[in-house]
């Protein structure tokens, strides 16, 4: 079965299995008269009849029908699989050709993108970013997956540097909303894997804003199952890391970031310092230029303050929170949702249960709306906490 006699492409499993026994149809012939002798088979093999077989095709090209009873049955037994199988195409073949057939695709369509296509690729991350905030994760997680998909093989597939750029910039931000949303559906461990993932993307456009980021990200999963200590340490080395290679917006994020990670930590001073330095550097940020998206002023720094003055049970929390409360865009359901389990917390700490029951009974309700399985966590440990006084 030589080169010059046979395709290099093995056209059945049969003719690819007995490629990968080194034998000729001849030799094998042998080999399967001999394996029926000694196993009682009453089927035999010819070399032309093995090589019909093998090829799917008789003398005069036309395909073959299923072979006898008793030839299927030897085949089967020398081999293990069904004769089905054995006569159809090798599935790695198969797949080999879809693969092949795929990867011109996306080759062909990421060449395609343009700025008019990343431009309506970031209006549809912004339109999902505003059901999810208004709607909650639990109706918008599985259309960021989507995209991350769709993404994710585009940026793999382009060739083009500041092309690859923009889709790698737009995949740790679809990655980053992929881990908050992770989060909050109660999945720390899922989530851990999408910023982890993020990161990886965000190392491919110049500048460390898109890292700084998701990595960031990462703290929160810290918190969420308890490693308080290491969020802290890793916080402060993403900060570092970040200082004045990025903008002033996204360094007041970070900042912010920090002092909730110092204040579940229960480091008060350090926590408020680096809340300082967070309205320090918002009040002197104008535009926001390229980066990550940050859903961050005044407002937001009050209510993302106010959770760690309650963390830390300072009752000044309490007007802080109020405060952001009345000021918040009603668009944001989730950071509601989280600024009334504040409340509720401040209200417990300074013994006032029937305002913080208030804000419980709200929390829960919108909490279930949107499917926030970590907000409903923090209402039941809080419950808990009353009861036991």
């Known amino acids: 079965m030589s080169d010059e006699q046979e395709p290099r492409t093995s056209r059945t499993l049969l003719e ?39 090829s799917g095709r008789g003398d005069s090209g036309k395909a073959l029908g299923r072979p006898q009873p008793a030839t299927a049955r030897l085949l089967e037994r020398i081999f293990g699989v069904g004769i089905d199988e054995l006569l159809a195409p090798p599935r790695d073949s198969r797949k080999a050709t879809d693969d092949d057939r795929e990867f011109r695709a996306l080759l062909r369509a990421s060449a395609r993108v343009d700025n008019t296509v990343l431009d309506l690729l970031r209006a549809q991350l912004n339109v999902t970013r505003r059901l999810d905030r208004q ?11 989507a995209k991350i998909d769709q993404v994710g093989k585009l940026m793999g597939h382009s ?49 460390r804003a898109f890292e700084a980021h998701t990595r960031a990200g990462q ?8 490693d308080s200590a290491v969020a802290v340490d890793l916080m402060e080395t993403v900060r ?16 912010a970031a920090h002092g909730e990670v110092l204040a579940a930590d229960g480091q008060r001073s350090a926590s408020l310092r680096a809340f300082d330095q967070a309205a320090s550097l918002l009040a002197d940020e104008g535009e ?3 980066g990550p998206y940050l859903a961050l002023d005044a407002v937001h720094l009050g209510r993302w303050r106010g959770h760690a003055l309650a963390r830390i049970g300072e009752p000044e929390a309490v007007d802080v929170l109020t405060d952001a409360l009345s000021r918040l865009d009603p668009t944001f359901v989730r950071a ?10 401040a209200f417990v700490a300074m013994r006032e249960h029937e305002q913080a029951h208030v804000h419980i009974r709200r929390a829960q309700t919108l909490a279930a709306d949107i499917g926030s399985a970590r907000q409903l966590r923090r209402l039941e440990r809080l419950k808990a906490r009353i009861e036991s006084r």
């Open 16 to 54: 690819q299995l007995i490629r990968g026994r080194h034998e000729t149809y001849d030799e094998f012939s042998a080999f399967a008269t001999n394996f029926a002798k000694d196993c009682g088979e009453p089927g035999t093999l010819s070399a032309r009849h093995v090589k019909r077989l093998a």
């Open 135 to 145: 709607l909650g994760a639990i109706l918008a997680h599985d259309e960021v997956v």
């Open 159 to 207: 060739v083009m540097p500041t092309t690859r750029e923009a889709l790698a910039a737009l995949l740790s931000e679809l990655r980053t909303l992929a881990g908050w949303q992770a989060l909050d559906l109660g999945n720390a461990a899922q989530a851990w894997q999408h910023y982890a993932s993020g990161t990886a993307a965000a190392k491919e456009p110049a500048g």
């Open 219 to 226: 703290a929160f999963v810290l918190l969420d199952i308890g």
């Open 240 to 255: 570092r890391d970040a200082d004045r290679s990025t903008n002033r917006l996204l360094r007041s994020w970070l900042a």
């Open 288 to 290: 926001q230029d390229a």
């Open 336 to 345: 509601e949702t989280a600024l009334r389990v504040d409340l509720a917390m």
